[in-house]
């Protein structure tokens, strides 16, 4: 663990949603990198690193992300997403 740690995966997760429903500011797209370079479950667990960065450069730079890449990280996230949740559960907290 580390200070730098101020966001869980789950909230990133969260913020992914966010961006993929087409809400991109400046804040959450720093909070997404911010965590990113320095939790490396998200980048070699999830492997997001690079769809996200793909993801943010489409979206915020005014273009609308591919279908076929929204549908693939819709999926992919929520799997990711239910499977953060599931063990939050299963560690009882
Ligand atoms: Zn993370």
Do not use: F
Request: net charge negative; charged share 35%.
């Amino acid at each position: 663990m580390s200070d730098d740690m101020d966001l869980d995966c789950s909230a990133v997760l969260a913020d992914v949603w966010l961006i993929l429903d087409g809400e991109c500011d400046q804040a959450t797209r720093d909070r997404l990198q911010h965590h990113m370079d320095h939790c490396s479950p998200c980048i070699e667990q999830y492997g997001l690193e690079e769809k996200l960065k793909s993801l943010l450069n489409r979206k915020c730079g005014g273009d609308k992300a591919p279908d076929t890449l929204r549908q693939r990280l819709t999926m992919e996230i929520r799997t990711t997403y239910t499977q953060v949740e599931t063990r939050r559960v299963e560690s009882g907290e």
